[in-house]
């Protein structure tokens, strides 16, 4: 050592010394005036050296080892060491941040005296974490419970062996309004209501013969203000318990427990009532097992098995056969706000199968989880469905046959129109060049005259493919279109034709609509000349606010509406209406002459 303490002492005495620090749990060391270590034990070495890489022996300068710990937090030491060589011991509590943890030091300084004189400081500084912890949890406790007492809604009552209150805890009041003078030195008997009075009665009698045992029960007591409460607790004879001494109870207000419970039975009771009456058929199933667990009557009735026959059966046996999959595949998740319903054929006792619309909804049913299914019996709309489907197909087809034989009439007139008209004038225009050629002196007559036959080949090819195109003029509209249309009409036929037209919203209209609106009124003219015989057809167009109603009635013939029609003049108009979501109406009769009225929603 390069400093003593006093007089030498024998190696002993020195080597007892040392042990004595090199085995003490945290960091010790002894310091001379000249702030160099004496003594430094073994956990201060390396704890130096593994933050500093430094050796430390006696003899070196004294190193804030608490700093290398934690930079953040260094103590002034100087003046710690000043003022205890001036005589006074240092004693305090320091934290620490290390590796993010909070660690307490307990740390001393102490003078060491030789005659009247300090000529060394002892240090230690102890980690003191655990007893903090241990110190701050046990205050952390003694809140707690506290807390717990004071503002718990748990009421603890401590009575003497003949029943007396001598405590009452502070919830008391607030549960109950009792203050402290309203129920001190009074039996609780006091605030039990009659009704309850017996079970009371046999609970202090219980208590004082079996003291070893904790009693639950339910009373009915009175509040401050007289009203009716419930309270359940638990009620222990402590009276031989050292620092109770007393019969003790401890309680809680159930009032609205008490009033849900009823309403439970009331909803259970309603429920059932729903149930099993409903007109609907109703069944619960086992989540897992899909094994049924109730039905109601309606079930019963659509299925034909008895609730006992039911009770044995897993859902997947009133299944179609070839629909026998797991139902966990197809029901809607548990956490699904949507449940669709999903369409299934089942199987009746009687073997009969019917369509069924099924609804799943998870619930909890006596604890379990489980399946409610409701059932609808859909097996008549599904064939009325398929009926509706077959005559839509029908009509469809029917729609197509008319739209073929309506292609193949329009190139048959085409084709008699070339064949007898047009092949006709083309061929006396080859004649007469023929002519020409054979015949010199007639040569300029026959080529005038084939000329002549050629430009009305044109006209009547231009006067054909007219009559094949024609449609409204999107440039003049719909109104003028129709009256060109009618006034040839007109110098054709020997019927009256009018048309009223009034469709103030036309130029906003659809151009394709447009066409077909053309169209009706030019095919049911056309039925009009072929079969009516009539003599006055009107028209009329006419717009009234969203609905667009065309009309046409003529004073001819008439016809059975309720009879197969041959020709496909009708079919074709309702086809183009329906392909505007129009519909068509018409009234006729036999010698009553004919009225169509188409509607379109604009």
Not at 126 to 140: C, F, H, M, P, V
Not at 333 to 345: A, C, E, T
């Amino acid at each position: 050592m390069q400093a003593t303490i006093g007089p030498k002492r024998n190696a002993t005495a020195a080597a007892i010394l040392n042990g004595v620090i090199e085995n003490t749990e945290g960091y010790t060391w002894i310091i001379d005036k000249s702030l160099q270590y004496i003594v430094c034990n073994l956990h201060l070495r390396n704890t130096i050296k593994q933050l500093s890489g430094r050796e430390v022996l006696p003899g070196d300068e004294v190193i804030d080892c608490l700093g290398l710990l934690d930079p953040t937090q260094q103590l002034p030491w100087s003046a710690i060491y000043l003022e205890a060589f001036n005589g006074t011991a240092q004693r305090f509590t320091h934290q620490l941040s290390i590796q993010e943890k909070t660690v307490f030091f307990n740390i001393t300084v102490t003078p060491v005296w030789e005659d009247d004189t300090v000529i060394a400081l002892s240090c230690s500084a102890q980690d003191i974490t655990e007893r903090k912890k241990a110190e701050e949890a046990l205050r952390q406790s003694e809140l707690k419970f506290r807390s717990l007492i004071e503002n718990s809604t748990d009421i603890i009552t401590m009575a003497n062996a003949e029943g007396n209150i001598f405590y009452g805890s502070p919830s008391s009041k607030t549960v109950f309004g009792y203050e402290e003078a309203d129920y001190m030195g009074r039996h609780v008997c006091s605030f039990i209501h009659p009704d309850s009075l017996p079970s009371m009665g046999d609970l202090l009698q219980n208590l004082i013969q079996h003291p070893e045992k904790v009693y639950t029960i339910d009373l009915k007591v009175f509040d401050k203000q007289g009203n009716e409460r419930w309270v359940q607790g638990l009620a222990s004879n402590m009276l031989q318990r050292s620092g109770i001494n007393a019969l003790v109870g401890n309680y809680r207000d159930i009032t609205e427990r008490k009033k849900a419970e009823e309403l439970i039975k009331e909803s259970e009771y309603l429920y059932k009532n729903l149930f099993y009456n409903s007109p609907l058929p109703i069944g619960v199933c086992d989540a897992e097992t899909m094994q049924f667990l109730d039905v109601n009557e309606a079930t019963i009735q659509l299925y034909g098995y008895s609730r006992k026959e039911f009770m044995q059966m897993r859902s997947m046996d009133i299944l179609s056969p070839d629909e026998q999959v797991d139902l966990q595949q197809v029901l809607p998740k548990v956490d699904n706000p949507n449940h669709p319903s999903i369409l299934r054929r089942h199987v009746k006792k009687n073997g009969e199968t019917i369509f069924v619309e099924v609804w799943a909804h998870a619930i909890n049913y006596k604890g379990r989880n489980a399946w409610l299914i409701l059932a609808s019996d859909i097996t008549e709309k599904i064939e009325l469905q398929n009926q509706l489907v077959e005559k839509e197909i029908q009509r469809q087809q029917e729609v197509t046959k008319a739209v073929i034989d309506a292609q193949e009439k329009e190139r048959a007139t085409l084709g008699r129109e070339l064949h007898d008209n047009i092949s006709q004038m083309l061929g006396t225009a080859k004649l007469y060049l023929n002519c020409a050629q054979d015949t010199p002196g007639l040569t300029n007559d026959m080529i005038t005259r084939s000329r002549d036959t050629i430009s009305d080949v044109v006209e009547e090819i231009r006067r054909l493919s007219k009559s094949m195109i024609e449609t409204f003029d999107e440039a003049v509209g719909l109104e003028l279109s129709l009256n060109e249309l009618i006034q040839k009409v007109r110098l054709a036929q020997p019927f009256t034709l009018s048309l009223y037209f009034a469709v103030p919203d036309e130029p906003q209209l659809d151009d394709k609509l447009k066409m077909t609106i053309f169209r009706i009124v030019q095919e049911q003219l056309n039925n009009t000349i072929k079969y009516a015989n009539a003599t006055e057809v009107q028209i009329a167009i006419v717009q009234k606010n969203r609905q667009l109603l065309i009309t046409i009635a003529d004073d001819g013939n008439g016809f059975d509406t309720t009879q197969k029609r041959k020709g496909i003049g009708i079919t074709n108009i309702i086809s183009r209406a329906e392909l505007f979501n129009g519909r068509v109406t018409i009234e006729s009769a036999p010698g009553r002459g004919c009225r169509m009225q188409v509607s379109f929603t604009i």
